[in-house]
């Protein structure tokens, strides 16, 4: 079945600190790869997405996400977090089964320590 | 170009109520995604429409509906709504509904149900 494990539910940093959000995902074909950011009570904003090609993927706000095709993951960095990157972080992956859609990690709740 | 636009932003409906979400597509995009993101997850789709028909389903129960109209716009229905419905609703553009077109997502209507 197609899925997108987020491990880590709460993560803490701090201010220039640097940072990594973990995506395994679980996906038969080559994946496309999402991340999304969601700031409380707002919508997604997407930060970065793979398709094919370089598999080091430079998104905005700093972020960037490896794809390692071997270790089924997409993990999300950033050498140096700013008090404003507090939020949830979602990890997609887009699937055709039946149609194309997004399947969805759980998120992961960043905090940033001053 | 206008993005993805959905109405209204928030509202409170009581169980057993009718609800009707709105959303607007981007220009030239013939595709509207559903997803409902219930407090602490993922989005989950929905249902998704392609040229005014249901083009694929997720695990959601019939009484959650909807419509697609000439300009492509669309419409969330949920009949005999539960307390479990709350949730924020996204809805989510593309250039078409085949693989790897990117979706681009609506600020979200916020849906408590009391």
């Known amino acids: 079945a197609q899925s997108v494990t987020q491990p880590d539910i709460h993560i803490t940093v701090s201010e220039g600190a640097s940072l990594e959000l973990r995506c395994n995902y679980s996906?038969?074909?080559?994946?496309?790869l999402f991340w999304y950011v969601q700031s409380p009570g707002q919508g997604l904003q997407l930060l970065l997405k793979?398709?094919?090609?370089?598999?080091l993927v430079q998104g905005i706000k700093g972020f960037e996400a490896e794809f390692k095709r071997s270790q089924s993951s997409f993990n999300l960095r950033k050498p140096s977090v700013h008090w404003s990157d507090a939020a949830e972080y979602f990890c997609?992956?887009?699937?055709?089964?039946?149609?194309?859609?997004?399947?969805f990690g759980t998120g992961t709740r960043l905090k940033v320590l001053a | 170009e206008t993005g993805v636009t959905q109405s209204p932003t928030h509202l409170i409906k009581t169980r057993g109520q009718q609800v009707t979400l709105r959303c607007s597509s981007q220009?030239?995009?013939?595709?509207v995604s559903w997803y409902q993101q219930a407090l602490g997850q993922g989005p989950q789709f929905i249902f998704q429409?392609?040229?005014?028909?249901?083009?694929g389903r997720g695990n959601f129960p019939p009484r959650f509906s909807g419509l697609q109209f000439p300009n492509y716009s669309s419409e969330l229905n949920v009949n005999a709504l539960e307390l479990d419905d709350s949730a924020l609703y996204l809805c989510?553009?593309?250039?078409?509904?085949?693989?790897?077109?990117?979706?681009?997502f609506g600020p979200g209507t916020r849906l408590t149900v009391l």
């Open positions: 429409y392609y040229r005014e028909e249901e083009n």
């Open positions: 996906y038969g074909a080559t994946p496309y």
């Open positions: 997609a992956v887009g699937a055709t089964s039946g149609t194309y859609k997004y399947i």
């Open positions: 793979y398709f094919s090609g370089d598999t």
């Open positions: 989510a553009s593309s250039l078409d509904w085949t693989s790897g077109n990117e979706q681009f």
């Open positions: 220009s030239g995009h013939n595709t």
